[in-house]
Nanobody, 126 residues
């Protein structure tokens, strides 16, 4: 089993920055991919960014150029630096890990992402 836990989040004004962190523990041999997802009120969960099983980093179009992911594989940690935040970025952000899958489309649907944190709330005020 693998456990993941987010930290960070909070309230920020539009245009501001926040940083989320994720720590994974357990049987990391079961983890090939790690990423961030978010779910806004009344909306479906969506992919924010992913470190794929093949070593690529991909971002959703609506966060490209504003959000930056980093990962320390030795420490099993991952961070999400969020800059130029917008009110529409308000959501619960989830860290996820798993064996991964073969295409970006399947990461969008969270296929192969078996392990999830409880989420961290990010609120961006206008």
């Amino acid at each position: 089993q693998v456990q993941v836990m987010e930290s960070g989040g909070g309230l920020v004004q539009a245009g501001g920055s926040l940083r989320l962190s994720c720590a994974a523990s357990g049987n990391m041999n079961m983890v090939n991919a790690m990423g961030w997802y978010r779910q806004a009120p009344g909306k479906e969960r969506e992919l924010v960014g992913i470190f794929t099983h093949s070593g690529r980093t991909n971002y959703a179009d609506n966060v490209k150029g504003r959000f930056t992911m980093s990962r320390d594989t030795a420490k099993n940690t991952m961070s999400l630096q969020m800059d130029s935040l917008k009110p529409e970025d308000t959501a619960v952000y989830f860290c996820s890990a798993g064996r991964g899958c073969s295409a970006y489309r399947c990461y969008e649907k969270a296929y192969g992402m078996e392990y999830w944190g409880k989420g961290a709330l990010v609120t961006v005020s206008s």
